[in-house]
């Protein structure tokens, strides 16, 4: 589910997105998809909460859904 080939620095973006990648991985790691499922679409419609608040940039912002979200991602939204 994860894209590991994916670089990205998580220590800079807001704690909330941290902590729902972290739940990210987590669920990847069990391999619980209806939950993993469920937290992305929390990351999601967090982080394009903060592209419109001018807290996380519209490349962070699709960084972030190629890495969790691969093909899943509905990005043009932004």
Known sequence: MIDNEIMLDISKLPQLLIDCIKKLEYYDKINDEDMYIATLEVLETTAKSYVLENKLSKKEYKIILKKFA????????I
């Open 70 to 77: 691969g093909e899943l991602s509905n990005e043009s939204d």
